[in-house]
């Protein structure tokens, strides 16, 4: 739960800051290359708090305190790390197509 709110937080301080940034390029390319940017970063926070969610159900899945994960956590943990994994490569491609909107400038 501290993670979702910490990076909430750092996230808001980077839109904020890409905001100001954006009010200087005020081109057309420049927008659309921003807007695309901002769906990464919301593509990206989303796939984080929906795995932040899933690792938590996980550790409430294994009640024995021996250090080993059961079989249901150690699943659920995985499709997790997928489901973050998978944010991050579309988050990835996202961006670089703002990239290349930005090369046709």
Known sequence: MKKTVLRTIV?????AAGLSLSA???SPTEKKAD?????????????????DAME?????????????????EQSMENKAAGVRAA???KADAMENK???VRKQN
């Open 24 to 26: 200087c390029n005020s």
């Open 56 to 72: 938590n159900k996980a550790d409430t899945m294994d009640k024995k305190m021996d250090g080993m994960d059961s079989k249901a």
């Open 87 to 89: 944010g991050e490569k």
């Open 98 to 100: 703002a990239d290349a």
């Open 11 to 15: 996230l808001g301080g980077f839109v």
């Open 35 to 51: 807007a695309i940017e901002d769906s990464a970063d919301m593509v990206r926070e989303s796939a984080d708090a929906t795995a």
